[in-house]
């Protein structure tokens, strides 16, 4: 292989590293949440409800905002973003580790769903830019998606250690400095695309780019019939998703008669199934659908339905596991790919207001297996939710058979400052190689 192109490809593997850590550590800021709040239930003196606010503010901005600073995403450096909302995450623990006021505590964790509703967007940013091939970028995805469960896992686990000797106050001050320290690595060693990296090379500015209109906005995400299907797909599969795992604790030792380790030992299943599937649906969607994330969301969603409606028979913990699993290994590949389609039936300077459009639909079906689901629960029982929720995925199946032909046009895969074309010709003058297609051919 050429040299040229082998430092290409080791570019774009240090770039993906980059942002896997990155977003690991964006995730030890946020999942901090649940160790150090009984800590501050005791020291404030307040109940849970009002210290519930806490939580309820950073989903209410984290959803609006993940709508609302699409613009501002799409026009902004993603290093720049990345950076800034890490050194901001790091200040926010650092100030509820030094406030005793509740009502600073909610409003400092409020801005701090602001800061976080930049980081997987930013992040999806540079990842396109690096990656511009649909046929090959979704197995890749597939394993950037990952970071978000090996973060889930490696936070509870450093900071138990870490609260054991420092008290709970390391919960905060342990993201607090790995946000800070990732925030310099990322300004030092990333670049955010391919053409950045040119320009640092040669020591030139880059381009300034300009808002989108406030027409196309309107023409490519809001009357994006597309969109909306993907929309409503997420909405069910957030409902599903949100509802197995907020309930389960409840649902199985009533319904099923399991302990309280036995439910979170199905949970565990389902998270399990969660990343097998989404390794599973990136890579599917490249060899055998030649990057159409279409068939792959319209398959898991369809297959949802079974999974849940045995629920309702099945009694034996091993049975109950598994269906979890099942329902993990299907639901969580829409929620991986739908993040990356979204982006891809859009021109690329509304990438990420597109996905924001389609998250924040995503976030109210996550809403909607709080009260509802509870009220509805007392009316008519387990079986009742568990039916309600197979018709969810029967509906997003519905949703995702009209997606199942759609393809990211050439015309619309465009990377942050530079656009595959740019990236093509990199290639050919560096190696000869033909371009992009020669390019992929190599790196396979």
């Keep these: 292989m050429d ?24 995730l030890a800021a946020r999942k901090s949440y649940g160790f150090w709040l009984p800590s501050v239930l005791t020291t404030l003196q307040v109940s849970r409800g009002e210290a519930g606010v806490l939580g309820s503010s950073f989903e209410f901005v984290y959803g609006g905002c993940a709508l609302l600073n699409g613009v501002l995403i799409d026009m902004a450096s993603p290093k720049l973003l990345l950076v800034s909302g890490l050194l901001l995450s790091s200040a926010v623990c650092i100030g509820i580790s030094m406030s005793t006021s509740l009502p600073v505590m909610v409003s400092l964790w409020a801005f701090h769903g602001l800061v976080q509703s930049v980081g997987w967007p930013s992040v999806t940013n540079v990842f396109l830019a690096w990656f511009p091939d649909p046929a090959t970028r979704g197995a890749w995805y597939s394993l950037l998606s990952t970071c978000q469960n090996a973060g889930a896992a490696t936070v509870p686990l450093v900071l138990s250690f870490a609260m054991n000797y420092y008290g709970w106050k390391a919960a905060l001050y342990v993201p607090a400095v790995s946000c800070a320290i990732m925030a310099m690595v990322l300004l030092l060693c990333l670049h955010g695309s391919p053409a950045a990296a040119r320009l640092t090379r040669e020591a030139a500015a880059p381009a300034v780019r300009r808002p989108p209109s406030v027409k196309l906005l309107i023409e490519t995400v809001l009357f994006n019939k597309s969109l909306w299907l993907m929309g409503v797909n997420y909405f069910c599969i957030s409902m599903v998703r949100t509802c197995l795992s907020d309930w389960s604790a409840v649902f199985l030792p009533e319904s099923k008669g399991l302990s309280l380790p036995a439910a979170a030992s199905a949970l565990f299943f389902m998270e399990t199934g969660g990343f097998v599937g989404s390794l599973a649906a990136g890579w599917i969607s490249d060899r055998l659908f ?13 297959m949802i339905a079974p999974g849940l409606l045995a629920m309702r028979m099945v009694k034996a913990p091993l049975l109950i596991q598994a269906c979890y699993f099942y329902i993990g290994f299907c639901a969580f590949p829409v929620h991986v790919l739908l993040g990356l389609f979204s982006r891809e039936v859009v021109p690329p300077s509304v990438g990420s207001s597109a996905g924001g459009f389609v998250k924040c639909i995503a976030q109210a079906g996550g809403a909607f297996a709080g009260l509802p689901l509870g009220a509805l629960q007392q009316r008519a029982g387990w079986d009742g ?24 046009g050439e015309n619309k895969i465009m990377a942050r400052n530079g656009s595959v074309a740019d990236f093509a010709n990199m290639q050919t003058a560096a190696s000869g190689s033909g371009g992009l297609s020669g390019l992929s051919k190599k790196l396979a």
Excluded: H, Q
């Design 3 to 26: 040299d040229a192109v082998m430092k290409r490809a080791k570019g774009r593997v240090n770039e993906f590293a980059l942002i896997y850590m990155g977003y690991m550590t964006f």
């Design 290 to 302: 030649a990057g159409r994330r279409g068939p792959v969301v319209c398959i898991c969603s369809s």
């Design 385 to 408: 939710v568990l039916c309600v929720l197979a018709g969810m995925g029967i509906l997003s199946g519905c949703c995702a058979l009209p997606l199942w032909g759609v393809v990211a």
